[in-house]
């Protein structure tokens, strides 16, 4: 399932996949095709659950982190991280539940897979705003979704405050499956996510830590 769409597809068994030091072993993986992918393969939040996945926007890298204890988190002050915020999960994902778009209560669930940021239409028709345009959403499963945009003034996630937010609103089929489609919801793009110097999405931990620009 894609955030266009949804596609019947083959599976193969993946002995390993080595990233670094990290070993991921017997995976069944869908095979996609290479022009929809745009890559080789795309790692799935179902190999990162133990892990902590870390965005650095100032050297441009992704890194896959070994969690830190209790103990050790709390010598090293959260690593440098100023605004850590809990999350649900559910399927995989994280999902923070006390964000606020203009005014409006919403579920926010980092996608570091899209491109910008997606909305429903619970959340749409919540902040009653014409559409300022049209857009296609492009899944890795090759279909093409309509949405509407729009942007909102204010992103307000517990202290962490993001401005003019560019949400594309589509009926995605991934809210529906994640239990997201009947209440106001955002996937929260690379776009917005840019605008940190690092972010640190802890799985195991069910926790966001973000660090502030300067």
């Known amino acids: 399932m894609g955030m266009a769409g ?6 193969r068994q993946l002995g ?20 929809d992918l745009g890559a080789d393969g795309l790692i799935g939040t179902d190999s990162l659950q133990d892990q902590r996945v870390v965005l650095d926007f100032v050297s441009n890298t992704i890194g896959i982190e070994e969690v830190p204890g209790a103990a050790a988190e709390r010598r090293n002050a959260n690593s440098g991280y100023e605004i850590i915020v809990n999350a649900s999960r559910r399927l995989g994902r994280l999902i923070l539940t006390n964000a606020l778009i203009d005014g409006v209560r ?3 669930v980092i996608d570091t897979g899209a491109s910008g940021t997606v909305g429903n239409a619970a959340l749409q028709q919540a902040l009653r705003k014409q559409p300022a345009g049209k857009a296609t959403l492009t899944s890795v499963t090759g279909h093409d979704l309509p949405a509407d945009l729009g942007i909102a003034d204010r992103l307000h996630i517990g202290k962490l405050y993001v401005t003019n937010v560019s949400i594309a609103y589509a009926a995605s089929p991934v809210f529906a499956e994640l239990g ?9 793009g690379m776009r917005e996510l840019r605008g940190f110097k690092r972010i640190a999405i802890d ?10 620009p300067d």
């Open 6 to 11: 949804s596609q019947v597809v083959t599976t």
């Open 16 to 35: 390993l996949l080595q990233i670094g030091p990290h070993a991921f072993r017997d995976l069944t993986v869908p095979l996609l095709d290479a022009g």
């Open 203 to 212: 799985f195991s931990k069910h926790k966001v830590l973000f660090d502030l």
């Open 106 to 108: 919403t579920s926010v």
């Open 180 to 188: 997201l489609d009947k209440k106001p919801a955002i996937f929260l």
